[in-house]
């Protein structure tokens, strides 16, 4: 019987982490992006890494993998493949992966919408010295909706800023709010970071009663999906000038150039680049590497998703 069959698209030795070391042993491993050919050992792959750029095809190929076992993303949300994966297969987020490039840009996107970073931006290429006062990350109550691993990373970095952060998730938990209780928290934020994953109950979350809630001056930071947020009430919002917000995504992506996103006030906007770092990939490497080790021993994995989660 030959040894089952990894599909990932990247070198198998890039998991040598550490000198010496090499991939898990007892596997069969294969360099295969989906998206540009189709091996015909599909039907023999039992282990699938998911390339971390999403591509239609490389979700659909799923259902020629009549043997596949497990499938592990690269993303810490699976709203685009979750569908895909047949029944009986295990599907394993990249949990850990992103906490500390997406929690870093979270945070420059909070200091650079506060301090007005893109304002300085424009005066800098207008030659224009323009002084200014502007409100700071110290003092303010940040509300991070989402209290996962990535909020909890956001939170780690926040702290020092002499913030007072309010933790907010699906369900209560000791130090953490229930979302259904966001109503009574928005109107006390300063800045409201989401961090959700894309599910039925979050799309949509942040419509106009959502931003009515929010105070007068408050930031909306979004690193979570862009669906979370409906995008003519953002737009309306920031029209009126009570809100000022930042994007790292947003529906559809790439955004179209006639987007009215693109010339609302106070909005800074970021391609979809929270992972896109060099932390990602040592810490991409070391989650797929410890899973491939536990499947090779028949150990359960980590990561794995249930529910709408």
């Known amino acids: 019987m030959s040894a089952p069959l990894v599909w990932m698209p990247f070198d198998p030795a890039e998991l040598a982490l550490d000198e010496g070391s090499g991939p898990p042993v007892g596997l069969r491993y ?27 095809r490389a979700s659909e190929v799923l259902a020629e993998m009549s043997s596949l076992r497990v499938v592990q993303t690269l993303t810490a949300g699976v709203d685009h493949i979750r569908g895909h994966v047949p029944d009986g297969v295990l599907l394993c987020n990249g949990r850990g992966i992103h906490d500390t490039s997406a929690a870093e840009l ?71 709010h229930a979302i259904d209780e966001l109503p009574d928290l928005l109107p006390g934020a300063d800045v409201v970071v989401l961090v959700v994953p894309l599910t039925d109950e979050t799309r949509g979350l942040v419509d106009a009663g959502f931003l009515a809630r929010m105070k007068d001056g408050a930031l909306l930071v979004n690193v979570a999906r862009g669906p979370v947020v409906v995008e003519a009430d953002l737009v309306a919002a920031l029209e009126s000038g009570r809100i000022t917000a930042a994007v790292d995504v947003v529906d559809p992506e790439p955004l179209p150039e006639d987007s009215p996103l693109w010339t609302a006030p ?44």
């Open 266 to 309: 106070g909005l800074l906007i970021s391609p979809h680049v929270g992972g896109a770092s060099s932390a990602m990939w040592p810490r991409a490497y070391r989650l797929v590497r410890d899973q491939l080790c536990r499947f090779a021993a028949g150990e359960e994995p980590v990561n794995v998703m249930t529910g709408d989660y």
């Open 30 to 56: 294969e360099v295969v992006d989906p998206s540009r050919h189709v091996p015909d050992t599909v039907s023999e792959v039992e282990f699938y890494v998911t390339p971390y750029v999403f591509d239609v």
């Open 106 to 176: 979270a945070v420059t996107l909070v200091l650079a919408s506060l301090r007005g970073i893109p304002g300085f931006v424009r005066h800098q290429d207008q030659r224009r010295w323009h002084y200014e006062w502007r409100p700071a990350l110290a003092d303010r109550r940040v509300v991070i909706v989402g209290h996962g691993a990535i909020g909890e990373a956001i939170e780690r970095r926040l702290v020092p800023f002499e913030t007072d952060v309010v933790r907010v998730a699906r369900t209560a938990r000791p130090g953490v």
